[in-house]
T-cell receptor, first 115, second 115 residues
Framework: AQSVAQPEDQVNVAEGNPLTVKCTYSVSGNPYLFWYVQYPNRGLQFLLKYITGDNLVKGSYGFEAEFNKSQTSFHLKKPSALVSDSALYFCAVRDRWGNAGKSTFGDGTTLTVKP | DTAVSQTPKYLVTQMGNDKSIKCEQNLGHDTMYWYKQDSKKFLKIMFSYNNKELIINETVPNRFSPKSPDKAHLNLHINSLELGDSAVYFC??????????????FGPGTRLTVL
């Protein structure tokens, strides 16, 4: 079985400050890990993914995420938050070797960036 | 040039009715999905098709029946609608299946309201 935990329902940061949205995962094998963002009344948009190799992954809109195998984490980060980053963020995991390609999504974290 | 499109965007109907939601992707992907997002924004996979073949079928009432006439289309038919079916339904697509590391592309969603 695979699972994803996003321990924070809500993250609040001031514009210009660094932000972190946390994600931990559990899979029986090796994971593929993804971050998606959802703006109000829109579908999810892909931000970045970890497949293999370098643990630091860079993605869209200045976001990056660090894969930590020992802590089974894949936290999303951005050095300087913008008000326009305010949205709902989902972490997702897929087992590399099974589960018919099914992705399991976390419950989402609402990021609010205040001016 | 919409990548993943869904119709209708909004659907309001009475309990007991039968309704369908259509999804089309023009990305040339061979895997398509249906997700349900509830009022708390939790996202759950319902079905996945690869090249018109059902590969993921989560614990969904058999009132829900997906149909894939070709790999660019995945429709969702719902019989005998219930109040609890009210949600936003998202269609998505991705390239590859099984252990694929490719991200998913989501449609804009269909907001279903059952009265």
């Amino acid at each position: 079985a695979q699972s994803v935990a996003q321990p924070e329902d809500q993250v609040n940061v001031a514009e210009g400050n660094p932000l972190t949205v946390k994600c931990t995962y559990s899979v029986s094998g090796n994971p593929y890990l993804f971050w998606y963002v959802q703006y109000p009344n829109r579908g999810l948009q892909f931000l970045l993914k970890y497949i293999t190799g370098d643990n630091l992954v860079k993605g869209s809109y200045g976001f990056e995420a660090e894969f930590n195998k020992s802590q089974t984490s894949f936290h999303l980060k951005k050095p300087s938050a913008l008000v326009s980053d305010s949205a709902l963020y989902f972490c997702a995991v897929r087992d590399r070797w099974g589960n018919a390609g099914k992705s399991t999504f976390g419950d989402g974290t609402t990021l609010t960036v205040k001016p | 040039d919409t990548a993943v499109s869904q119709t209708p965007k909004y659907l309001v109907t009475q309990m007991g009715n039968d309704k369908s939601i259509k999804c089309e992707q023009n990305l040339g992907h061979d895997t398509m999905y249906w997700y349900k997002q509830d009022s708390k924004k939790f996202l759950k996979i319902m079905f996945s098709y690869n090249n018109k073949e059902l590969i993921i079928n989560e614990t969904v009432p058999n009132r829900f029946s997906p149909k894939s006439p070709d790999k660019a289309h995945l429709n969702l038919h719902i019989n005998s609608l219930e109040l609890g079916d009210s949600a936003v339904y998202f269609c998505a697509s991705s390239q590859g299946q099984g252990s694929s590391y490719n991200e998913q592309f989501f449609g804009p969603g269909t907001r279903l309201t059952v009265l």
